[in-house]
């Protein structure tokens, strides 16, 4: 198994980075017709980070030399096989987690269908002998995504069109998850789990009834934690400074919501382009830290680091009890900017964070370190490291969780494929997954409805060393945000953040956890 670009690249990220997202249907004639929603006008910023014409010849020069269908469109396996396509992330700001991505996805087969690595080193040789309800799978290809729409648009079309791809799970980042619910409308005969992105519109708004998504969008994600700066860390006032791309505006809007909701105000917010080197004009215009109670950071990938340290240069010293950050911050910041970073608190990620210990989480990460000996993950830059340092964070996490449920889904209705895949989707729809870090279960738009966490970076006194604690967990947070939005509300965009004082579900209610136990 190779992966559609011949070059694997790992970015050295250093940081729990995350999601992304492009803009939607990008002009493309297989997005045609798909616009219920507005595709995000601001593909632009897209533009501005890898465009896909700076990546040599697409996916299509480069197809998998295993997929025996591409010649016919995949019509020679007919109903009886399963022709998986996983959507990657080779390239572009979180380039360096294509390993995880594949790994996550990878893991579920092993696990649940049977299915032997091809190599004990590298997850992207990718595996053999899985089966589902006496029905083979066959990996087709893996795309290679660079974080824009248009890129991963190229990508999918090769595994479906050229592939055969009857099944693709992916895309990691955001606005690619809205392109390819778009192009899944024009292609029923197709099942699309997505991988990790956390763009609300991809399913809130496009509403594709083959696309389905098990994990939260990066509004989900931030429940909780605008009340407990508000309240625990008494901020009033607050700047946000985030990635200007469907997923940044997504996370931005969850903290905005939750933070005005429990009395807040943003002040401020600045929306620099995903793919930036130099933040040090963007940091300019946020307020002085003697002028707002906190910052909150949407910067994700490469831009993590780079944007702190320009808020560095730029207004003095950083301290942990003035900034708080999306999934994108970690312990590793400590690496790069010191320990003065504790004190920081952090929104949920897909999944529970690693001072949370139970048996399926364990068996989990175990199974992880007996599938493979090494894994060269993004959190380690690309490092040899136990594969379970890359499966327990959220990107390999969401895949496998997608994968899972497919997986699930597919065993229950016995491996029925017929009628453009009636039976799965229903199946898919209505099915509570079983998952390491809890149940997931599905709304009516298809969309995951999940358990969140709040976190704060600490200072370990024995190591002197920055760890990541889990403080509360919010529990079953749906995706119209205890009534936020709606599929008749506009999406999140950078001038669509509305600030305002209500009553959501969780507030006060979150489950204090101590010593990595849940106080339920």
């Known amino acids: ?44 910023a897209a533009a501005e980070t890898d465009a896909p014409a700076e990546t040599d010849a697409p996916a299509e020069t480069d197809a998998p030399a295993e997929t ?15 022709r998986l396509g ?43 002998g899985a ?55 024009d292609h029923p005969e197709v099942t699309f789990i997505n991988g990790i992105a956390g763009a609300q519109d991809a399913t809130l708004h496009v509403q594709a009834p083959n696309f389905f998504r098990f994990n939260g969008d990066g509004a989900q994600w931030n429940a909780g934690i605008g009340d407990i700066l508000k309240n625990d860390a008494g901020w009033e006032t607050a700047a946000v400074i985030a990635d200007d791309y469907g997923f940044g505006w997504t996370s931005a809007a969850g ?24 933040y040090s004009s963007f940091v300019q215009q946020l307020p002085d830290p003697d002028e707002v109670d906190g910052y909150f950071w949407v910067v994700g990938g490469t831009g993590t680091n780079a944007s702190l340290e320009a808020f560095l240069n730029a207004k003095g010293d950083l301290t942990g009890d003035q900034h708080a950050g999306n999934l994108f911050f970690s312990p590793s910041l400590a690496e790069a900017l010191g320990t003065d970073i504790a004190g ?39 490092e040899a490291a136990p594969p379970s340092t890359a499966l327990g964070f959220g990107f390999a996490y969401g895949y496998y969780s997608g994968a899972l449920a497919f997986i699930q889904a597919f065993d229950s209705v016995g491996g029925d494929l017929s009628d453009d895949h009636a039976a799965l989707r229903e199946a898919l729809a209505g099915i509570t997954v079983d998952a390491p870090y809890g149940p997931i279960s599905l709304d009516e738009n298809r969309q995951a409805i999940v358990d969140t966490f709040v976190a704060q970076l600490v200072l370990d006194e024995e190591s002197g060393e920055v ?37 959501l579900p969780w507030q006060g209610n979150e489950i204090p956890v101590e010593d990595g136990v849940p106080q339920r």
């Open 255 to 278: 903290f905005v919501a939750d933070f005005c909701a429990a009395g807040g105000d943003v002040v401020s917010q600045v929306f620099p382009p995903l793919g930036t080197t130099d």
């Open 131 to 185: 089966e589902i309800a006496g029905v083979p799978v066959e990996v087709v290809g893996i795309g290679c995504g660079d974080d824009t729409a248009d890129r991963a648009i190229q990508e999918v079309r090769t595994l479906v069109e050229q592939n055969g791809a009857n099944v693709v799970i992916g895309p990691l980042s955001g606005d690619e998850g809205i392109a390819i619910a778009n192009y899944a409308l």
């Open 1 to 44: 198994m190779r992966t559609t670009r011949k070059s694997r690249v790992r970015a050295v990220i250093g940081l729990t980075a995350a999601f992304a997202l492009v803009a939607a249907a990008c002009g493309d004639d297989d997005d045609e017709g798909s616009g219920d929603t507005e595709a995000p006008a601001e593909t632009d």
């Open 344 to 382: 920081a608190y952090v929104g949920g990620f897909a999944s529970l964070p690693g001072d949370i210990s139970t048996p399926e989480i364990d068996e989990y990460l175990a199974s992880a370190d007996a599938a493979w000996e090494s894994l060269a993950g993004g959190l380690t830059g690309g």
């Open 467 to 503: 760890v990541q604690t889990t403080r509360y967990i919010v529990p079953e947070v749906d995706q119209t945000f205890g009534g936020t939005y709606s599929a008749e509300t506009d999406p999140p965009e950078r001038d669509n953040t509305p600030c305002e004082a209500k009553d």
């Open 68 to 82: 025996d269908a591409a010649d016919d469109g995949g019509e020679a396996a007919g109903d009886d096989t399963i």
């Open 86 to 128: 996983i959507m990657g992330e080779c390239e572009g700001a979180f380039g360096g987690f294509h390993e995880d991505v594949v790994a996550g996805t990878s893991l579920a087969f092993i696990n649940e269908a049977g299915a032997t690595p091809n190599s004990t080193t590298t997850a992207l040789d990718g595996f053999s």
